[in-house]
């Protein structure tokens, strides 16, 4: 944005017609302007966590975005952070304990790091004023919510998730299992989330998240909040992207079953990954619902 802005800048006859002192002056004003409307990270203590989060817009909505396992604020969030409507939408992005730039601590997965992460997550929002929201969360993000809503009731206006699954199956299993040595990603998957991480630390923690999945199954008989979908009171928007490989194919009628005010949305050629893919038609759809309870 600031490369377009200052390019429209410098190609306007006034400009060019300006000495060159001057109109350099004139591109720094504008790239420092352009940098100050660009949103900024923040962090704030929650639970003794240095919580690191992202707040845009200026809407009577609030919305907290829920990344999925090892996501962050913009590896997972970026097309909706940067294209919702800010005066609908006050939108906060976070990045939970251990993830992103929520770090130290390093990232741990006992068998409820999922309610653990859904309380952090409500006190965040309770600590920078919000007592009433709504949430989108994708993949782990999306049973984060579940938690959420199931545990505070009050407190959640309607809930969007994708990707999400209340349960888990052994094929599921067998599949977290076959990648969990990061050695077996093609080049492509991989190197985003070096980046973000390093090596090691990415290594180390999502092979500890393929054995916390992996506990949850041998433990709990594969239940990660089964029990937790009738005490879901708000309304709810499920998404599922049709050639997801990631989940059991029931996962989402399963869903749509058992929250009582709940709607199932399906993207025919969607992955997982379907609301960065299909951004558009997602943040379209999950305005909609989210302000006029419609799809």
Avoid at 11 to 25: D, E, H, I, Q
Avoid at 197 to 221: H, L
């Amino acid at each position: 944005m600031i490369m377009l802005s200052l390019t429209k800048l410098v190609v306007t006859p006034l400009v060019k017609k300006m000495p060159s002192a001057s109109r350099n002056k004139l591109i720094l004003i504008s790239s420092v302007r352009s940098m100050s409307k660009m949103p900024e990270e923040q962090k704030i203590n929650v639970k003794g966590v240095d919580i690191n989060y992202l707040k845009v817009g200026s809407g009577s909505h609030p919305v907290l975005l829920l990344p999925g396992t090892l996501g962050s604020i913009w590896t997972d969030f970026k097309p909706q952070v940067t294209n919702m409507d800010r005066e609908k939408f006050t939108l906060i992005a976070w990045d939970p304990p251990g993830y992103g730039k929520s770090r130290p601590p390093n990232r741990t997965f006992p068998l409820d790091f999922f309610a653990r992460d859904a309380g952090i997550a409500y006190e965040l929002m309770k600590v920078i004023g919000y007592d009433k929201f709504s949430l989108i969360g994708w993949s782990g993000g999306g049973i984060t919510s579940i938690f959420m809503a199931a545990n505070n009731p009050e407190s959640i206006d309607k809930m969007v998730i994708l990707g999400t699954n209340s349960y888990l199956v052994p094929e599921e299993l067998a599949i977290y299992k076959s990648v969990r040595n990061i050695d077996s990603w093609s080049e492509r998957m991989r190197a985003p989330m070096i980046d973000t991480y390093g090596e090691g630390y990415f290594r180390s923690t999502w092979a500890a998240w393929v054995d916390g999945m992996a506990a949850i199954f041998e433990k709990n008989d594969g239940n990660i909040c089964k029990d937790l979908l009738p005490k879901v009171k708000c309304p709810t928007l499920i998404m599922h992207g049709a050639k997801d490989v990631m989940l059991w194919k029931d996962h989402p009628t399963y869903l749509e079953k058992n929250i009582k005010d709940s709607k199932l949305y399906i993207f025919p050629e969607g992955g997982h990954n379907l609301h960065l893919r299909f951004w558009e038609e997602f943040n379209r759809v999950s305005t909609e619902f989210l302000i006029n309870g419609k799809i």
